[in-house]
């Protein structure tokens, strides 16, 4: 029989034993989300600049960001991470484990692979392998945050997502600019490697909780069988468009208005560095609350961004930097809002089905598909318009916005 104290001290135990394992599996997935973004900000911004100093044509260097194609494909295979592990290892760490493995012996490859002549090929292919293992990984990531997180404990995983892919994506884009010349190719390529390798260290050692086979295999007619899926398709689609449109359009915009590319690249890194340390851990707190209203806030915010970007355009505003740093600062807090709140309705949706890894895959694809459309579209519109025209009209957009997410929260609050 068990006395009373010691009954008590199970219970201390078992509630000390959770919340070391929480907090062990909350800084896997902000280690293996900041790896993720280590190839993006590579493909996106650092090699086309290291490959260009070493001669490559703008031929070449314009294929470099298809480099990202899988995380727009990979819903195609998601269903095969849900379904295939090895038991012994853990359903989701069976797909970590060799995807970080890959993530790091290419970065470490592309050390020693020269970026002119036939090498640049051959780092193509080395880069193009490394982000589909970072895609695949990202399934599993979110299929594993989804099933093992509810509530509270889902928005600070969601802070640490998107966080953790835009500190990967400057680490991996910026960064390596900032260091190359110090470094060189080899010892900077080196030094990315450190951190995907950290990441495998820690899923090695962290004891994933057994799964248990689900009766039907994941597939994606399931996935688009489920209520309100196209619903949330649409507003995966359009979420991601204040962030992705303002920042294509705003750099540009600062370029045409006289301001010199270290300039532009200062507020890019500030525009970050905001989304960060402000508007990601802002929206975890309030997302824990409502997260439906804090999506609409977070797209108020944009527009009110979008409002000060076209009285800046018009003339109304001087284009300064402490004009352009409070119009920058509010959509980078906007944006960690939306993205934080979006995320975390994504994977409530996916966690409260039988194959999270594919349902949370199909709706980053269509978040990630808006995402390059809505930049690009704005980019032409500022192009065609004017830049005064297209900001107002963004404005005036993100309002109507607002209107579609109250409406969508009225049918899936209860649930998502």
Not at 216 to 231: D, M, V
Request: glycine letters at 12%; hydrophobic letters at 55%.
């Amino acid at each position: 029989m068990v006395s009373p104290m010691s009954e008590t001290e199970s219970i201390a135990h078992a509630a000390e034993a959770a919340g070391q394992g929480r907090v062990h599996l909350l800084t896997l997935l902000g280690l293996l989300y900041f790896t993720q973004g280590l190839p993006m900000g590579l493909a996106m911004e650092a090699l086309p600049v290291l490959m260009r100093q070493g001669g490559a044509s703008m031929d070449v260097i314009a294929l470099v960001p298809l480099a990202g194609l899988p995380w727009i494909l990979k819903l195609i295979w998601a269903p095969m991470v849900d379904n295939r592990w090895i038991a012994a290892r853990g359903r989701r760490k069976s797909w970590i484990l060799p995807m970080q493995a890959i993530v790091t012996a290419s970065l470490g490859l592309l050390a020693f692979v020269p970026l002119s002549g036939l090498g640049l090929w051959l780092a193509f292919g080395i880069l193009f392998t490394g982000a589909l293992a970072s895609a695949t990984q990202d399934t599993a990531s979110d299929g594993l945050a989804a099933e093992q997180l509810r509530g509270k404990r889902l928005a600070h995983a969601n802070a640490l997502q998107v966080g953790g892919l835009m500190a990967g994506f400057m680490v991996g884009g910026g960064g390596v600019l900032m260091v190359a010349d110090t470094l060189g190719q080899a010892g900077t390529f080196l030094l990315l490697a450190i951190f995907p390798l950290a990441s495998l260290l820690v899923a090695v050692n962290w004891p994933e909780p057994l799964s248990t086979r689900p009766e039907r295999k994941a597939r994606l007619k399931e996935t688009f069988r489920r209520g309100g899926i196209y619903l949330l398709m649409l507003t995966s689609f359009i979420y991601g468009g204040a962030h992705a449109g303002g920042l294509s359009v705003t750099k540009i915009f600062l370029v045409d208005a006289g301001w010199s590319n270290h300039s532009t690249g200062v507020v890019a890194t500030l525009s970050g560095l905001v989304l960060m340390v402000v508007g990601c851990p802002l929206g975890s707190v309030l997302t824990a609350r409502n997260r439906w209203l804090t999506m609409a806030g977070g797209i108020f915010l944009a527009a009110v961004s979008f409002a000060l970007w076209g009285l800046i355009a018009s003339g109304v505003m001087t284009v300064n930097w402490l004009p352009v740093a409070i119009a920058m600062g509010v959509l980078s807090i906007a944006s960690g809002l939306i993205a934080v709140s979006a995320a975390t309705i994504i994977m409530a949706f996916g966690g409260s089905g039988q194959q999270a890894g594919t349902d949370v895959t199909v709706l980053q694809s269509a978040n990630i598909t808006g995402e390059m459309v809505i930049a690009g579209f704005v980019v032409w519109a500022a192009g065609r318009f004017g830049y005064a025209e297209t900001f107002g009209v963004a404005t005036v957009l993100l309002a109507f916005a607002i209107l579609f997410v109250a409406s969508a929260a009225r049918s899936f609050s209860s649930k998502y």
